[in-house]
Structures are given as structure tokens and as C-alpha cells.
């Protein structure tokens, strides 16, 4: 089957944002995944990135030319409309072309995808060995039913990531990058990756669960080692990557894991910076864990603070404190990793109070990069269906189920105050303000391995000059 993997990423500013910061320069991992199962089954795949394209004329001309039996759609719930518009282009482009549609937000949400006409499958879940048996029963001629149920794969199974789907499209659309990825930060050179070692997350946030539960399956399912360690091997022979990230919800829910992954890091000659996300209450209580993964290369985290309101935290059982929050940020900064501070402002129940709670918890933690949220209902998630029992979301089509920061959206906040909130809670107190500045200086100019570093290029140049 000649089959064409659609990313409708990048929400409503999609086309052209390819290499734009995350939203455009990171690849998804799952449309990579199931183009390299189909691959291995023997079907001809490719792949078209919206956020490579220039509009939606030149989407059209692209499933011409390509002329596929099948199209796949992965999408989240902010990608509904642009999804939608592409399964419409490829049926006026050929009505025999088969449309599929699969990701979270057709898992959490399958009705309202469903209710497209347009739409010829739907797969809940996971797609890989499902999507690639989809593809093997039309080549049969044999019939499929619309809805169908991932079967969930053995992760030490698959093959890695097919990453050149999306980096031959970046290419062609004229982005030349001298990263495969585009980096998370100045703190983290090119070449940089990001990957993924497993899959779900035990926890229960009111704001995530039951969503990931019904994507992945409840508990976590964790690749073994030697299958990361194996990625990451052709990762640093084809891309010589500097830095990674790793996108896993929570990297550091199973410690034996973790020293597993830290020992096989360092034992296999790998010293390039990595990141990952984490909770605050595993650095809290593994502080030797964190300790160990510094030791080996871990550069810095994405960290879930949330609030600064322990009643807050509770309401959205978030499974943490304030005080832990804090101790975390304490615990980082000892071991000189960077933290990628996620909070949200605007949350249901919560007020003004707790708001400026959460300013305050901020400007102590003082974090390296802050990433503010308003609180966004969007489906798959019980903080969602209480938004909805109650009346509150202000969402009013799918493109607002993105959570950046511009307009509240749910009812019962002054949008004033939350836009101030938003500017305080990221305004460093004078005090760390300076601490930064002079840290700065001191690792740019004064460091003594800066300085022994100067003073070899310095007599270097005196040495070259003479010879
Ligand atoms: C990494 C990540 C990001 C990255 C990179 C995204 C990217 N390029 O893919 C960044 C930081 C940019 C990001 C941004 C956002 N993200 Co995000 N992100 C994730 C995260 C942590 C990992 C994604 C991943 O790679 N998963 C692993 C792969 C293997 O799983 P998968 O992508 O779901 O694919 C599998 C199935 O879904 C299915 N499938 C997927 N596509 C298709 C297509 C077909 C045809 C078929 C058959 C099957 C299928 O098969 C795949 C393999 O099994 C997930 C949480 C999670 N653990 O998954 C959240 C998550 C996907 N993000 C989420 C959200 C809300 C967002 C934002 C809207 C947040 C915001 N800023 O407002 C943005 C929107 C981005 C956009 N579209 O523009 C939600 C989505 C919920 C929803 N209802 O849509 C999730 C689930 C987090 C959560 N628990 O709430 N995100
Ligand atoms: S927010 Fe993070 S820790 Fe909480 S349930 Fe979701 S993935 Fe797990």
C-alpha cells in the first residue's frame, strides 16, 4: 500500500512553523513509529508535516503528487480543524483514497470524529501493530471495521523512531538545519533529539487522567535499557547528536530503572546533555537518584510545580505540596540542573489569593525557564468533565484547546489579573536577579576551566604566530 502519514500539528499557526521552537521543531514520535512499523511490513510510506507546508493549496498539490491508498491522520484535540480540512482535501483530491484517523484525541474522543463522514477509520490507542494490520487487510481487499481498538505493542518490539520522515519533509520545504530537532534552549546545542523510552504514567492528575489511562493503558510501560541504549546508538552515529531530550511523562518513576539507564549511559561513552521531564516529589524523595543522573550527563528537568497552594493541589490531585515544590527547585540548583518550570494560573476553584500564592513560589523557586499555563479544559480528563458539569469552559471551538497563556479560559477569573499574574509570577526578585547576572559572568569569563581553556588558546595563537 502507498500510504501517507499526515501531522496536523501545530494548531492553528501550523503551516510554515516547521524548526519554529518545540511546536515546530520537534517530531512526533508516534506517526515516526507507525511509519517505521509499516515500513517493516513492506508498505510505501511518507509523510507530509502541515508545519512544512505554506498553505492549504500546497497541501492538496502534495496529496496529488503523491497519489496514496491511504492517509493517516495523527492529531490532538487542538489539531481537530486542521485534521478535519485535510481529510476534506484528500477525498475532493480522490474519493477512494482510504482516511484514517488515530491519536489522543481521536482516542478520547472518537464520536465527534467519527461524526465526519469523511473519515473512513478511526483507531483508539495505540496504532502500531493495529494501523500496519489495517494496512495489510486493504491490501487484501478484506473489510475493516470504522472503529478500531489498538492492540498494544511489546515496546522492545518495535523498531526505533523513523525520524527521516519528517527530516526529508523539513529539508524539501528549505529548512536547513544543522540540528535534527531544533533545540529546547541556548542551553542545549545542536545537534539535539528528543526521544522516548516508554509509554503511560501511575499517577492521577485531574488535568491528565483518566486520558492517558485510556491512550496507554494504566501503569507505566517502560522500554528496557539495552532497546534505549540501542536508539541511542544509531542516534549519536547518524545525527552525532549534543543534546537529547526525553519526552517520557515522568523518566524517573522507577529509580532501578533509572540507575540502569545512568550506568549503560556512561558505561557506553555517552556524555552528551540530556533532559526529561520529572515530579517534583521523586527529586524530593530520590534525591541520590538525581544526584547519580547529574553525574551523567542530566542537564536539566521539566518540572509539573503547578501552584503554590497546597489547597490547590489537592483539588487538582496533583499528589504533591507546595514545600516539596520548593525542596525540588532547592535540590536542582545543588546539582546545577536547569529546571523548566510548568505552572498554571486560572485554574477552576482557585483564587486570587491562591494566584499570588503561586507568584510567590515562583519568585522562590526562581526557575531557568518559566512555562506558564491557563488552565485549559480540554477533553479527556476529569479537571474537563468538572469544567463542563459546572458550565465554566470558555473554550469555544477546538483551536482553543491550546494552553497558552493569552486568553483565560475558563469562567470565574478577571482576565486582567491573570494577564498581570502572568507577567509577576515571571519577574525575578533583584536579589536572583543578580545571583544570575554574576553566574553568568563568572562561567562566560571567569571559571578557572574557562580561564585554563583562554590560556591555551592564548598560547596557542602566541606558539601558531611564531611557528
Ligand atoms: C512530547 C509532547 C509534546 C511536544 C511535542 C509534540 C509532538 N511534536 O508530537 C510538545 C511540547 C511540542 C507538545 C505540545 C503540545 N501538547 Co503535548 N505531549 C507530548 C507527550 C509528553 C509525548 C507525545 C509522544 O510522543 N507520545 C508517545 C507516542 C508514541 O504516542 P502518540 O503520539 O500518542 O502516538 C500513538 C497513538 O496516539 C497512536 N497514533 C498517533 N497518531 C496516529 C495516527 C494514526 C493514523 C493512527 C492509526 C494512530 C496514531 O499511535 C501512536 C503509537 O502508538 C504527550 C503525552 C504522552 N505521554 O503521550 C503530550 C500530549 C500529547 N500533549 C498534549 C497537549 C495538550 C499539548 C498542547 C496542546 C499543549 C499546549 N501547549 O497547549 C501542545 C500542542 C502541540 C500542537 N499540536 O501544536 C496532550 C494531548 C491531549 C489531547 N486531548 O489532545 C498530551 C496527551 C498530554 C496530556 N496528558 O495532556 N507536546
Ligand atoms: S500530569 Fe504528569 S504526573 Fe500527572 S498523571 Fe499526567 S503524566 Fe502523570
Not at 534505549?228 to 543534546?243: A, I, P, S
Request: charge should be neutral.
Amino acid at each position: 500500500m502507498k500510504v501517507t502519514l499526515v501531522c496536523s500539528g501545530g494548531g492553528i499557526d501550523g503551516f510554515s512553523s516547521a524548526g519554529k521552537g518545540m511546536s515546530g521543531g520537534w517530531i512526533g514520535h508516534g506517526l515516526a513509529l507507525l511509519g517505521a512499523c509499516a515500513k517493516e511490513a513492506g508498505h510505501e510510506v511518507n509523510l507530509i508535516d502541515r508545519r512544512a507546508l505554506r498553505d492549504w493549496e500546497h497541501f492538496r498539490q502534495e496529496v496529488k503528487n503523491r497519489a496514496p491508498d491511504v492517509v493517516g491522520f495523527g492529531m490532538l484535540s487542538v489539531d481537530f480543524n486542521p485534521a478535519m480540512k485535510g481529510v476534506e482535501l484528500v477525498k475532493q483530491v480522490d474519493a477512494n483514497i482510504v482516511t484514517v484517523a488515530g491519536g489522543p484525541h481521536p482516542t478520547l474522543a472518537p464520536e465527534e470524529v467519527l461524526d465526519n463522514p469523511l473519515v473512513d477509520h478511526v483507531v483508539l490507542g495505540e496504532g502500531e501493530i493495529s494501523f500496519v494490520e489495517m494496512l495489510d487487510s486493504f491490501e487484501r481487499g478484506e473489510k475493516v471495521d470504522r472503529l478500531v481498538r489498538g492492540e498494544r505493542p511489546d515496546l522492545d518490539r518495535l523498531p526505533f523512531a523513523d525520524r527521516g520522515l519528517y527530516l526529508d519533509e523539513w529539508r524539501k520545504a528549505g529548512y536547513d538545519y544543522d540540528s535534527p530537532e531544533a533545540p529546547l534552549s541556548p542551553e542545549t546545542p545542536p545537534p539535539f533529539v528528543t526521544m522516548i523510552a516508554g509509554r503511560g504514567c501511575r499517577y492521577n492528575c485531574a488535568f491528565c487522567k483518566p486520558g492517558e489511562d485510556i491512550l496507554f493503558g494504566k501503569g507505566v510501560r517502560r522500554r528496557s535499557v539495552s532497546h534505549v541504549m540501542g536508539e541511542l546508538r544509531q542516534l549519536r552515529d547518524k545525527y552525532h547528536f549534543n543534546t537529547l531530550m526525553i519526552h517520557d511523562d515522568c523518566l524517573t518513576e522507577d529509580r532501578d530503572w533509572v540507575g540502569e539507564f545512568c550506568d549503560r549511559y556512561q558505561a557506553e561513552g555517552f556524555t552528551q546533555a540530556f533532559w526529561c521531564q520529572a515530579r517534583v516529589d521523586h527529586v524530593v524523595k530520590h534525591e541520590d537518584m538525581i544526584k547519580r543522573m547529574a553525574e551523567v550527563g542530566l542537564a536539566g528537568l521539566f518540572l509539573g510545580f503547578e501552584s503554590g497552594s497546597d489547597r490547590v493541589l489537592r483539588f487538582i490531585r496533583k499528589g504533591t505540596t507546595v514545600a516539596k515544590n520548593l525542596e525540588a527547585g532547592r535540590i536542582c540548583r545543588k546539582y546545577d540542573i536547569r529546571i523548566w518550570a510548568n505552572y498554571m494560573l486560572g485554574l477552576p476553584t482557585e483564587t486570587e489569593e491562591e494566584v499570588r500564592e503561586t507568584i510567590a513560589m515562583m519568585k522562590e523557586i526562581d526557575p531557568d525557564y518559566y512555562s506558564p499555563a491557563f488552565y485549559t479544559p480540554y477533553p479527556g480528563n476529569d479537571l474537563y468533565d468538572y469544567c463542563i458539569e459546572h458550565g465554566l469552559s470558555l473554550v469555544k471551538n477546538h483551536d482553543g484547546y491550546s494552553r497558552n497563556p493569552t486568553e483565560p479560559k475558563i469562567k470565574g477569573h478577571d482576565p486582567e489579573f491573570l494577564r498581570w499574574a502572568l507577567r509577576e509570577s515571571q519577574r525575578r526578585k533583584l536579589r536572583n536577579s543578580v545571583k544570575r547576572k554574576v553566574r553568568y559572568y563568572w562561567g562566560r569569563y571567569a571559571s578557572p576551566k574557562k580561564a585554563v581553556r583562554r590560556a591555551g588558546r592564548m598560547m596557542r595563537a602566541v606558539h601558531g604566530g611564531r611557528g
